[in-house]
């Protein structure tokens, strides 16, 4: 059965709804898209203010990634064809 196509806002609220199932800390992130990518840019952190761990951030990059190719400018993590970085501060990381 073939997959049905998403329009920009359908797209736009399935990434929402990761972010927030994730308890990304929304006004700390911002995101848009298209119905080819995904653009995310500020800093992708946790409601409580700390920092995700590498393995929460290859979950949200897989589900996002149904959705489109991911372009990133991130300030904590890269986000790209070759994996997923961080690049934020480790002591933060480490509290």
């Known amino acids: 059965m073939a997959k049905k196509k998403l329009s920009k806002g359908e797209i736009t609220k ?5 972010l927030l199932r994730y308890q990304v800390h929304m006004s700390k992130v911002y995101f848009s898209a298209s119905l080819a990518s995904i653009y995310f ?3 992708l952190v946790r409601n409580d203010g700390k920092e995700f761990k590498h393995t929460v951030v290859q ?6 990634l149904q959705f489109g190719s991911i372009r990133c400018e991130l300030e904590n993590w890269v986000i790209g064809n070759d994996g997923v970085f961080f690049t934020g501060d480790d ?3 480490a509290s």
Not at 14 to 18: A, G, L, T, Y
């Open 14 to 18: 399935e990434v929402r709804r990761i």
């Open 59 to 64: 979950l949200i990059t897989n589900e996002v």
């Open 41 to 43: 840019s500020g800093q």
């Open 91 to 93: 002591e933060k990381k």
